[in-house]
C-alpha cells in the first residue's frame, strides 16, 4: 500500500466538511485524564543514511549465522535456502503480507497453493493437506481440536516428548473448550511409552498427539501406538519439527497417522529469529470437512481449460461462525511458497539425499561427541538431526564457555524438563561444516 501524505489544504477541508476546528478535535470524546501531553521519549529523527548506519550497529550485536557456528535446533533449524526462493517470493504477483488473491483471479496463487498442498499430502502420506497454518504448534492444536470434534470425545493424551512449546500452545489453546489433556511420558530410549500409553487409553480418548521425530530428535514407529490407538476409538496425531526427516523415514500415514501436522521452516523458510513459521496439517479424506483452513480445488473452466479454485473454507470469513471448524482467517502464504519453491528445486530426489546428508552429519557429530571422557548421549533411540547430551557440567556453563569460541553449543532443557536438567539438546544440519564439528568436538574435550 502506498503512502500519500495529504496536504494542509486537504486537511483544512476535510475538517471542515466534518464540522471539527483542528485536529485535536477527533479526539475530544476522550476523557482528559487519558490524554497523554508530554513529548514521547523517543530520540530525535535521523537521516536516511544516519538511520541505517544506526540498524546496521544495532545488528552487529546479533550472533550471525555466518560468523558463528550454530548447533541450535529445537524446533528451528538451520538449513541452505537458494537464492531463487528469495527472488521468486518476491515478485510483485506473490510479495504482500496478506493473502495475495482473489478467487478465482489469481490463478498463479492458487496454482501454488495447489502445489503445496499436494507436496504436502504426498510428504506426509495422507490424501489431503489444507493451505497452512500459522505454525507448527497451532497446527498441533487444530489437529486436537478436529479429533474431539470428528470423535466428540474430551481427552487427548500428549508425549510428554511433544515439544515443550507445542504443547503449552496446546494447552491455551484448549483450557476453555472443556478439553482434558494428558501427557504420556518417554522411555530411557526417549521415546514413547507404550505401557503408559495403553493405561490412559479409555472410551473418553479422542486422540494421542506424538512428536515424530519427537523434541529429542528420537524418530520411533508409531505402528504400534496407531493400532491402540484406533482399537480404543482414538485417532493418531503425529506433530513433526523437523520434517526433512521425512526424506529418508517412514511418513506418518504409512504408520497408520490419521492426522499429521509440522513446522515447515526447514523447507526454505529463514530462522529470522524464530518466526514466521509454517504450520503443514494433512489428514485422511474422510476428515475434510472438519479440517481448518482452506483448501485449493483443482477444475476446468467452461472452455475446458484447466484452472483452480477455492475448494473448502470452513472458517468464519466465509461462512457462519457457529459453522466454522476454526477461527483461523487467514494463513502464512508467503511462507508455503517458498517451501514449494523449495521442495520443487530439490526434486524428490534432492530431499531425500539433503536428509540423508544431515542424519550422516549429526550421527557424526554424535558418536565423537559420545566418545569423549565424561560426556554421554541421553537416549539410545534413532535420532535425526538432534539428540540430547548430557556433559560432566552444568549445561548452562557449557554453553556460556562456547559463546567464546563463537559456537552456540545447544539447548539446556532444565526449563523444560527438570529430569533432564543436566541436559542440552545438540543440532548439526548441512550448515555445519567438518570445520565446525571439529572445532566444537575440541572445544568440549577442553572443558575440565
Not at 490524554?35 to 546479533?62: C, G, Q, T, W, Y
Not at 537464492?83 to 518476491?90: A, P
Not at 483471479?105 to 495422507?126: C, K, N, P, R
Request: proline letters at 5%.
Amino acid at each position: 500500500m502506498r503512502y500519500l501524505p495529504h496536504t494542509d489544504q486537504e486537511i483544512r477541508e476535510m475538517l471542515k466538511t466534518i464540522g471539527v476546528a483542528d485536529v485535536n478535535g477527533l479526539f475530544s470524546s476522550v476523557p482528559d485524564s487519558l490524554v497523554f501531553k508530554r513529548p514521547l521519549d523517543i530520540p530525535p529523527a535521523l537521516s536516511e543514511i544516519h538511520l541505517r548506519n544506526h540498524l546496521r550497529d544495532l545488528s552487529r550485536r546479533n550472533a550471525h549465522g555466518e560468523e558463528w557456528s550454530l548447533f541450535l535446533g529445537g524446533g528451528c533449524y538451520s538449513h541452505y535456502i537458494p537464492s531463487s526462493v528469495s527472488y521468486l517470493i518476491s515478485r510483485g504477483e506473490f510479495l504482500t503480507a496478506y493473502t495475495p488473491y482473489q478467487p478465482e483471479v489469481s490463478q498463479g496463487t492458487l496454482q501454488a497453493i495447489f502445489e503445496y498442498q499436494t507436496m504436502m499430502a504426498e510428504i506426509l502420506g495422507l490424501e489431503v493437506a489444507n493451505a497452512s497454518q500459522y505454525d507448527g504448534s497451532t497446527a498441533s492444536a487444530e489437529a486436537i481440536r478436529l479429533a474431539v470434534a470428528v470423535k466428540k470425545r474430551r481427552k487427548a493424551l500428549v508425549a510428554r516428548s511433544l515439544h515443550p512449546e507445542y504443547r503449552q500452545v496446546i494447552l491455551t489453546y484448549l483450557k476453555n473448550e472443556g478439553v482434558s489433556v494428558e501427557e504420556i511420558p518417554f522411555t530411557p530410549e526417549g521415546a514413547l511409552d507404550r505401557p503408559a500409553l495403553k493405561k490412559a487409553l479409555d472410551r473418553e480418548t479422542a486422540c494421542v498427539v506424538a512428536g515424530y521425530p519427537n523434541f529429542f530428535g528420537v524418530v520411533e514407529d508409531l505402528s504400534d501406538v496407531a493400532e491402540a490407538a484406533h482399537a480404543a476409538g482414538a485417532l493418531l496425531i503425529t506433530s513433526t519439527p523437523e520434517p526433512l526427516a521425512l526424506g529418508i523415514f517412514r511418513s506418518p500415514g504409512e504408520m497408520g497417522a490419521d492426522i499429521a501436522v509440522a513446522e515447515g521452516q526447514s523447507f526454505g523458510n529463514a530462522m529470522s529469529f524464530g518466526g514466521p513459521g509454517l504450520g503443514v496439517f494433512a489428514c485422511r479424506k474422510e476428515y475434510v470437512r472438519s479440517m481448518p483452513g482452506r483448501l485449493v480445488g483443482e477444475t476446468v473452466d467452461a472452455e475446458g481449460q484447466r484452472g483452480f479454485v477455492l475448494t473448502l473454507a470452513t472458517r468464519e470469513q466465509h461462512i457462519r461462525r457457529e459453522k466454522a471448524t476454526s477461527n483461523i482467517c487467514t494463513n502464512v502464504a508467503l511462507c508455503a511458497l517458498a517451501a514449494t519453491i523449495t521442495l520443487a528445486l530439490w526434486g524428490k530426489q534432492g530431499f531425500k539425499e539433503l536428509a540423508r546428508m544431515n542424519f550422516d552429519r549429526s550421527q557424526d557429530l554424535k558418536e565423537r561427541l559420545a566418545a569423549l571422557p565424561g560426556l554421554r548421549i541421553a537416549f539410545s533411540g534413532t535420532t535425526f538431526n538432534e539428540f540430547v547430551v548430557l556433559p560432566r557440567q552444568k549445561p548452562t556453563d557449557v554453553v556460556a564457555k562456547l559463546v567464546d569460541d563463537k559456537i552456540l553449543a545447544g539447548i539446556p532443557l532444565w526449563r523444560w524438563y527438570p529430569e533432564l536438567a543436566e541436559g542440552f539438546l545438540v543440532c548439526a544440519t548441512e550448515m555445519n561444516t567438518d570445520e565446525q564439528i571439529d572445532r566444537f568436538v575440541a572445544a568440549l574435550r577442553r572443558l575440565p
